[in-house]
C-alpha cells in the first residue's frame, strides 16, 4: 500500500463524521457501530501523525488540520464516486451498453442514431468503440457489432450490411485500367479476410501484387489517407457511402464485388436481460433492412 494513501473505509468515517461532527451520526449513516467509526479515525490520525478532531463531551470539533484535510478528502471522494458512476454505475441499471466497430459507429450507425434517440428519447444508449474483433463478453456490454461470416459460439447473429468492395481514391487521382493500381500504394485495413485480393482478381489485374501498400487499423484512416492522396483504399458498402456523398473520395471503377463478411449485430444466446436490447435490436434491424432496400 502507498503510505500516502490512508485505506478508504479511514478516509469515509472521517468525512461523515467531519460532516455531522458526531461519531453516533457516522455511524449511523455508515451502517457501522460507533465503535468502529471511532476506530477508525483514530487510526487514521494516527497514520497521519496529526488529530483530526477535538473530542467534546457533547460532540466534535474540528481541529486545524482536520478543517484543511476535508474538502481534499471529500473531493476525493466524490472524484471517484463519479468515475465510479461514470465507468460501471449505468452498466446494467439503466443505458443499454452497445459495443461497435469504430468505423461502423461513424459511418453507418451514427448517421441514424439520432432516429432512436428521438422515437425513445427515455432508453438512454452507451455506445463503446472498438477497433479489432475482439472476443465478445456479454459481462462487459449488453449487444455487440462484429465483422465478420456471422458465427460466434454462445451468441445469436443478425446480419446488418450486405456488402461490395471496390477502390477508392482522390478525386485528383489518375487512375485509368486496374493494372495502373501497381503504381499506387494499397491501403489495407488489418481484420478484413475480404479484401484486394479478391477486387484484383475479379478486375483481371494479374500485375497487381494485393500484398504490397500500407496496412492499417480502421477504414476511417484508409479513408483519411486516400483522400490525401496518399494511397488507394478498399471501400465497402458500408462505410463508404459518406465519403463518396461528400466528394472526398471517387470510385474510380465500376466495378464492385459482392463478398460474404458483413457487420452482424450479436446478441448472447441467453438474450441480455435488459430491458431496452429488444426495442434497439428491432429498431437496428429495421434500419439495416431499409439500407439493403435502398442499395
Known amino acids: 500500500m502507498n503510505l500516502d494513501l ?8 472521517f468525512e461523515v463524521s467531519a460532516r455531522t461532527l458526531s461519531f453516533t451520526h457516522a455511524a449511523s449513516a455508515l451502517h457501522i457501530t460507533q465503535a468502529a467509526v471511532s476506530k477508525h479515525v483514530k487510526s487514521l490520525e494516527q497514520h497521519l501523525r496529526q488529530p483530526l478532531f477535538l473530542r467534546h463531551p457533547r ?3 474540528l481541529t486545524k488540520s482536520g478543517a484543511a484535510y476535508l474538502p481534499k478528502v471529500q473531493d476525493a471522494l466524490q472524484r471517484l464516486s463519479i468515475g465510479t458512476r461514470e465507468v460501471f454505475g449505468t452498466r446494467r441499471s439503466t443505458a443499454l451498453t452497445l459495443r461497435c466497430a469504430v468505423s461502423f459507429a461513424v459511418n453507418w450507425l451514427a448517421p441514424r442514431l439520432p432516429d432512436y434517440l428521438g422515437r425513445y428519447p427515455d432508453k438512454p444508449i452507451r455506445l463503446l468503440s472498438s477497433v479489432w474483433n475482439d472476443p465478445a463478453d456479454a459481462q462487459d456490454f449488453d449487444l455487440d457489432i462484429q465483422y465478420g461470416t456471422g458465427h460466434w459460439p454462445g451468441f445469436n447473429s443478425h446480419r446488418l450490411t450486405w456488402e461490395t468492395i471496390t477502390p477508392l481514391c482522390a478525386p485528383d487521382c489518375t487512375i485509368q485500367t ?3 493500381l501497381r503504381h499506387h500504394r494499397l491501403l489495407h485495413v ?9 477486387w484484383l482478381k475479379a478486375a483481371g489485374a494479374a500485375g497487381v501484387d494485393a500484398g504490397s501498400g500500407l496496412h492499417l487499423d480502421t477504414s476511417l484512416t484508409a479513408f483519411e489517407l486516400a483522400a490525401q492522396g496518399a494511397g488507394v483504399a478498399l471501400g465497402r458498402t458500408s462505410l463508404a457511402g459518406n465519403a463518396l456523398a461528400t466528394g472526398r473520395l471517387v470510385a474510380p471503377f465500376d466495378l464492385a464485388v459482392p463478398i460474404d463478411e458483413a457487420f452482424h449485430l450479436i446478441v448472447p444466446a441467453g438474450g441480455t436481460g435488459h430491458p431496452d436490447a429488444d426495442a434497439f435490436v ?3 434491424l429495421g434500419a439495416a433492412q431499409a439500407q439493403a432496400r435502398d442499395n
Not at 190 to 198: A, C, K, N, S, T
Open 190 to 198: 488489418l481484420g478484413y479476410h475480404e479484401g484486394w485480393g479478391i
Open 282 to 284: 428491432n429498431w437496428l
Open 6 to 13: 490512508p485505506p478508504l473505509t479511514w478516509l469515509r468515517a
Open 178 to 180: 486496374a493494372e495502373d
Open 59 to 61: 460532540g466534535l470539533e
